[in-house]
């Protein structure tokens, strides 16, 4: 079982910043992608920002190039921090992770309770 933890929603003005963390406890394996995704009202939930133990990355085509997702392997955390902020990022963002034993292992998902995040114009 692994347990998320998020911190650091809030309300920002258009063209701030904020910081999103995650803090992962439980058994963590090596084969695990820990990632950001999004909720806004009335749509559905989105890939922000994924990234693997070995750090590569993946980001949704709407935050690239203002979104940087970062991870501490050791300490379980992932990071989000969020830049040049539009009204449009507005949303509950979830942070997620998927991991697996081993390759011929079954994949478990666990998410995170979610933090809103509002961006006013």
């Known amino acids: 079982q692994v347990h998320l933890l998020e911190s650091g929603g809030g309300s920002v003005q258009a063209g701030g910043s904020l910081r999103l963390s995650c803090a992962a406890s439980?058994?963590?394996?090596?084969?695990?992608?820990m990632g950001w995704y999004r909720q806004a009202p009335g749509k559905q939930r989105e890939l922000v920002a994924a990234?693997?133990?070995?750090?590569?990355?993946n980001y949704g085509d709407s935050v690239k190039g203002r979104f940087v997702i970062s991870r501490d392997p050791e300490k379980n955390t992932a990071s989000l921090q969020m830049n040049s902020l539009n009204p449009e990022d507005t949303g509950v963002y979830y942070c997620?992770?998927?991991?697996?034993?081993?390759?011929?292992?079954?994949?478990?998902?666990?998410w995170g309770q979610g933090t809103q995040v509002t961006v006013s114009s």
């Open positions: 439980g058994t963590i394996y090596t084969m695990s992608t």
């Open positions: 990234i693997t133990r070995g750090g590569s990355r």
């Open positions: 997620n992770i998927v991991q697996k034993e081993s390759s011929w292992a079954p994949q478990d998902e666990y």
